[in-house]
């Protein structure tokens, strides 16, 4: 259950930023999500429209953005995507953590494992001007 | 923080980029430095409830406690049973009570770190909750990782849980004599491992009776493998 734990860090994240912009309303939210993380995207979503609930962010429009992995090759220093293979026993694709160029099996992980908030696009009351939202 | 600001009206677009694991893995580096300073190995033990994580850990602090000071960190929702069991063995052990989350984290790990002489250890186990699915998410700051399965969980662990591999050092396969009776072809086990991560460390263990610890522990780095 750490989608809700995370989508609690976002909704966190969002609120105190549109706060500090001294924002009246989110009105829409953009995620990435990497491949490699632990969470479903579906589930994270429904946390957070949960967790924005009664804010600011009530009606704001989300959009999640999967960023595929990325790894990098120790030997020969070549940087690509992960190479996904289809277990056809369990109608399942498998991710093969090697390199696509020498097959060495010393890689890194260089992206699509994180979680970013990346924008947010909020309203915000001028000084002296009647309410806006 | 870059901000956009329109010609007119009051609609803003804030650029974040912020990350929400980033402060994780800021703790988990400070916490590998400071057992760095006290040359103190730690290994992350990952699995699920019943799969021999706690068993691993006992046979492993018999077999090196002669020549190594050990400690471990037990991370559970609640209960210290790990924690005894882990002290009956003969390690110091600092219990980690969740509460109700499914991992541990940067932050947990340096509290219990402060709770531990690391002065005067040479290898630390952390003994993560009881699953593979959250704790991938949250280094903790160890300098290995783990990731233990056992035969009775059935034959497609790997399979279902390929991403767990992504950056473990070393795959225990437990219960192996337990094997025939489940009907679990350990060689699959390996052959699936071995498609996800080609090359990896995979070592047939029986927790019970201390088969294939010696050879874990070679692997990991805490013996000198005759």
């Known amino acids: ?133 | 923080m870059k901000t956009v600001l329109p010609d007119d009206g009051e609609i803003l677009d804030i650029e974040l980029e912020e990350s929400l694991l980033a402060k994780n893995r800021d703790l988990a580096v400070k916490n590998k430095a400071l057992l760095d300073r006290h040359a103190v190995r730690a290994i992350d033990i990952l699995g699920s409830i019943g799969s021999g994580k706690t068993t691993l850990i006992q046979q492993m602090v018999r077999l090196l406690s002669k020549d190594s000071r050990i400690a471990a960190l037990a991370g559970d929702l609640t209960t210290t049973i790990d924690a005894d069991r882990i002290r009956e063995a003969g390690a110091e052990v600092v219990q980690i009570n969740t509460g109700k989350e499914c991992h541990l984290d940067g932050h947990l790990v340096s509290k219990a770190l402060n709770e531990l002489d690391l002065s005067g250890l040479d290898i630390l186990f952390i003994e993560n909750v009881g699953n593979l699915i959250c704790p991938g998410e949250f280094p903790v700051g160890a300098h290995q990782r783990m990731v233990v399965v056992s035969v009775t969980e059935g034959p497609y662990m790997i399979v279902k849980h390929p991403y767990i591999l992504a950056e473990a050092s070393a795959l225990a396969i437990n219960k192996i004599d337990l094997a025939a009776a489940m009907e679990v072809d350990v060689k699959r086990l390996i052959q699936d491992a071995h498609t996800v991560r080609p090359g990896l460390p995979v070592v047939p263990i029986n927790g019970r009776t201390g088969q294939g610890i010696p050879e874990l522990a070679g692997i990991l780095g805490l013996t000198n493998p005759a």
């Open chain 1, 1 to 133: 259950m750490h989608e809700a734990s995370i989508a609690h860090g976002i909704v966190e994240t969002v609120l105190r930023n549109a706060d500090l912009q001294k924002a009246c309303r989110v009105e829409s939210v953009e995620l990435e999500v990497g491949e490699l993380t632990f969470l479903n995207i579906e589930q994270v979503t429904f946390w957070i429209r949960n967790g924005f609930e009664n804010t600011i962010a009530q009606n704001a429009t989300l959009t999640v953005r999967s960023v595929p992995a990325k790894i990098q090759c120790r030997r020969c220093h070549f940087t690509g995507p992960v190479i996904m293979k289809d277990h056809a026993m369990v109608h399942y694709t498998i991710p093969v953590l090697t390199c696509s160029q020498c097959r060495d099996s010393h890689v890194d992980i260089v992206e699509g494992k994180d979680v970013v908030v990346k924008q947010i696009r909020i309203e915000r009351q001028s000084q002296g001007e009647q309410k806006r939202c």
